[in-house]
């Protein structure tokens, strides 16, 4: 904590010198001042009380929460420019481009890169030419983002040949067969069956949850 606690003192000193609006520069003053008192609370008392972290949360939250709006309009500000420049530059060969976006479980809903992909490649494109590639890890390098979208593509060509449709090697090859077994097996052991609608395999769909349910959709909406 110490180390950390050096780290956060570093920031603060640099503040002032970092190039953001006063607005964002005072917000993260105060961030950056409530980790530091925090932190030497929780070192006094050699231990980080459930009270006191209580009372930091609530104190840092609506600080937070600026903090988190302005770094989503930073990022898509920056990724719609870089998108309108690739766009402009590969010019009329942009219908035949593709374009993936890797995520993890925690960053697959409402995942910004592939959500500002989308506001450029179209409905269309939407798991067709525009691919959301999930992971296990923080961390994916290009080669392996290109070696997922190579094979894709590749086995969309096997599904045409050997079964006549182009985009069934997107989905579970069993998945079909699978459900017809679920429903005979739980018909058989008296339960009721619980599965999704059956989807066609071209659907452009967002690959993200897309049913309405109870309950805050937004950081706003917890507000």
Excluded: C
């Excluded at 970092?18 to 950056?32: A, F, G, Q, Y």
């Excluded at 030419?129 to 961390?139: A, D, M, P, Q, Y």
């Amino acid at each position: 904590m110490l180390a950390f606690r050096s780290r956060m003192q570093s920031a603060l000193d640099g503040l002032a010198v970092t190039d953001m609006p006063e607005e964002w520069r005072e917000n993260s003053r105060l961030v950056l001042e409530n980790n530091l008192a925090f932190m030497d609370v929780s070192l006094r008392d050699n231990a980080i009380g459930f009270a006191n972290l209580q009372a930091f949360a609530a104190k840092q939250a609506p600080l937070l929460r600026k903090n988190v709006a302005w770094a989503a309009e930073t990022q898509v500000k920056h990724w719609m420019g870089v998108l309108a420049e690739w766009k402009a530059l590969v010019g009329n060969d942009w219908d035949k481009t593709y374009a993936a976006s890797n995520t993890i479980y925690v960053a697959r809903q409402n995942n910004v890169i592939f959500s500002v992909l989308a506001q450029y490649f179209g409905p269309q494109a939407i798991n067709d030419r525009l691919l959301l590639i999930e992971t296990v890890s923080f961390t994916t390098t290009p080669d392996d983002m290109l070696d997922s979208l190579t094979r894709i593509i590749a086995d969309r060509s096997v599904g045409a040949l050997f079964f006549g449709n182009y985009h069934l090697m997107d989905y579970e090859l069993m998945g079909g067969d699978a459900r017809t077994a679920i429903i005979a097996e739980t018909k058989r052991r008296g339960m009721t069956t619980f599965l999704p609608p059956a989807v066609p395999f071209g659907s452009h769909q967002w690959p993200t949850l897309v049913t309405p349910g109870d309950g805050p959709a937004s950081l706003d909406d917890l507000h």
